[in-house]
């Protein structure tokens, strides 16, 4: 039977992300994890430009792989099986071009990715933890003779420091729902605050800014925030997902190696009963992960009929079950999962911090109630 060409470019895929995160991110992941007083993978970044994994998720014409994201769900989870903190800027990146799409943008992505440009120049900051309905938005948008200024402050947008393009959540007088603006962080009326120091994910950098009359471009309609946050996050939470599902991944395979190789009171710890449930325990959220992120990925990609249920269903699974099963890897190390030696404490850290991602997840439960049960 003749191979797939489809599954044989994924598998190609994966296996190049997998050479990237070892050869590239996993000699310096303590380093990483001290920043912001270390330096930014910069290098890093910009090999992952070149390997064209920041817009992958992107339509054929705009030099993507047809608008699917099982490619972004195998380069996330790849990457932060190794290091969560490039695959959330990633993720971040995906968020970004997805609202643009949404709003019907496709020129600027175009003109983007059009020509060779610095890594900076392709990258969109946005304030990811943020869901702009359950926050408080500070920033307010004055309509000017040529477009908008952007005034206020705006907290936690991830990747500013390193990034040329801003899009950001903002109220227009009058407006009963907020908008957003895209606009270009080397101007004069944006001050950056940071990089701000996060509980999770440390060489993923964020900044608190203060725009005054920073000029900015109107996305979409006035108005239209609301509906385009809400088409992003269904398209979105599961690629969440995958950066949950790497850090589950990795958790489970140095809880393994350790448990081999350890040895107390003549034998391995592996052999423990008390460990091995543990062990078991796991692998069992690793695997019904793995088969809700595949299938959701391929029920959106095929447009199936429920597939943003079916996308919802998978990340709010996977997100709580990440936080479960890395603070068992920390048990399975015992005293030695503490340390940040092991990473596995980062990785708890990387998992919760995850959680925050588009929102918490209780209102999505809340939403996911409302959805199935009220038709």
């Excluded at 380069?75 to 071009?97: F, G, H, P, R, Y």
């Excluded at 059009?114 to 307010?140: F, Q, V």
């Excluded at 393009?165 to 895209?182: D, G, H, I, N, T």
């Excluded at 890897?329 to 959680?355: N, P, V």
Aim: glycine fraction near 6%; charged fraction near 25%; proline fraction near 4%.
């Amino acid at each position: 039977m003749q191979a797939d060409p489809i599954a044989k470019e994924y598998q190609m895929l994966e296996s190049s992300v997998q050479e990237f995160a070892k050869k590239v991110l996993k000699p310096r992941l303590e380093e990483n994890d001290r920043f912001p007083w270390s330096e930014f993978f910069t290098d890093a970044v910009e090999k992952a430009v070149e390997l064209e994994y920041f817009h992958v998720s992107l339509p054929e014409e705009l030099n993507g792989w047809g608008g699917k994201l099982s490619p972004l769900n195998l380069i996330l989870k790849s990457i932060s099986e190794v290091d969560a903190s490039l695959a959330a800027i990633l993720l971040t990146n995906a968020v970004s071009q997805e609202l643009l799409l949404s709003a019907g943008e496709a020129e600027f992505l175009r003109e983007l990715f059009g020509r060779h440009k610095p890594s900076r120049d392709l990258l969109t900051a946005y304030p990811l933890l943020m869901n702009p309905e359950e926050n408080e938005i500070e920033l307010s948008a004055e309509k000017t003779t040529s477009g908008y200024t952007l005034s206020g402050r705006a907290e936690y947008v991830v990747m500013a420091p390193f990034s040329r393009w801003a899009l950001m959540p903002a109220q227009v007088e009058k407006c009963q729902r907020y908008s957003f603006f895209l606009m270009d962080l080397d101007q004069k009326g944006v001050k950056s605050e940071g990089p701000v120091f996060s509980m999770g994910l440390h060489a993923c950098p964020a900044a608190d800014l203060i725009l005054a009359n920073a000029e900015a471009r109107l996305i979409g309609k006035e108005d239209e925030g609301p509906e385009l946050f809400e088409r992003m996050v269904t398209r979105m939470l599961p690629a969440a997902a995958s950066v949950a599902c790497g850090l589950m991944r990795g958790s489970l395979r140095e809880a393994i190696q350790y448990a081999r190789k350890r040895k107390q009171g003549g034998r391995n710890i592996f052999d423990w009963s008390e460990l091995r449930l543990i062990l078991s325990d796991m692998m069992e959220k690793a695997n019904v992960s793995q088969i809700l992120l595949d299938h959701a990925f391929r029920a959106a990609d095929g447009r199936e009929s429920k597939w943003a249920e079916d996308a919802c269903t998978a990340a709010i699974y996977i997100l709580d079950a990440a936080s479960d099963l890395t603070s068992n890897g920390i048990q399975a190390l015992g005293g030695y999962g503490y340390t940040k030696h092991s990473f596995q404490e980062r990785r708890f850290r990387d998992a919760q911090h995850l959680r925050s991602v588009f929102g918490t997840m209780n209102p999505r439960r809340l939403d996911y109630v409302e959805r199935n049960f009220n038709r």
